[in-house]
């Protein structure tokens, strides 16, 4: 069953603005083409991602996400849905990936794997962007219960973020952190770093 934590961010988020790294990615990426959308939770990067002219491959773990984006793009014929993780999508060849705010719960023992994929993917010519944990988020630390999400938080440190995307040029790269709350209410501390990247 879904939780309480999960449907709130779903019904927070199916609307949200895009980050401002999001757009920086459209504006180095190929203005045409296939986009990817990792973990696209309730479809507001996809219905942003439409508007721009991409065709969307999206995937997530939760069913329930699958379900709420199969509704609100039902008569859209360019947008493709799957219930995939990282390490299962069969990715087809892309201009942007897009893994915002959901690398936060991919599994360890699949990021090398989603990185491997990534890079074919993207070829010479697509960007890459997205989020990761930093160590000093409310979400690495002992008493977040990852359980009411997705599992267990993957955490980096910037150095660890760079060394991940080695093989990539990195175009942007921004740190953020800042006290706030969740889509429930709680008192967050949020450590992110979001990358803008491109295959060397």
């Known amino acids: 069953m ?16 895009i ?18 959308d990792c973990g696209c939770g ?20 939760d069913e329930q996400a699958i379900s709420l984006c199969a509704e609100r793009f039902a008569n859209d014929a360019n947008v493709f849905l799957s219930v995939d993780s990282f390490g299962t999508f069969n990715y087809p060849k892309s201009s942007l990936v897009i893994a915002d705010a959901s690398l936060f719960f991919c599994p360890a023992d699949e990021f090398d794997e989603f990185i491997e ?8 010519k697509g960007v890459f962007y997205g989020s990761f944990v930093g160590e000093r988020d409310t979400m690495a ?17 910037k150095d660890e973020v760079r060394t991940a995307l080695r093989n990539f040029d990195i175009v942007q790269f921004v740190e953020h952190e800042r006290d706030g709350e969740t889509a429930t209410g709680e008192p967050h501390h949020w450590h992110i770093f979001s990358v803008v990247a491109k295959i060397k």
């Open 42 to 61: 309730a479809g507001s990067n996809i219905a942003h991602l439409r508007s721009c002219g991409y065709s969307v491959h999206a995937y997530d773990i």
């Open 2 to 17: 879904i939780s309480d934590a999960v449907l709130a961010y779903y019904q927070s988020s199916k609307h949200a603005d």
């Open 141 to 157: 630390g002992s008493e977040f219960n990852a359980q009411q999400y997705w599992g267990d938080v993957l955490v980096f440190n």
């Open 19 to 36: 980050r401002p790294e999001f757009q920086s990615a459209l504006d180095f990426a190929p203005s045409t083409g296939v986009a990817i």
């Open 117 to 124: 994929k990534l890079q074919i993917s993207l070829g010479t």
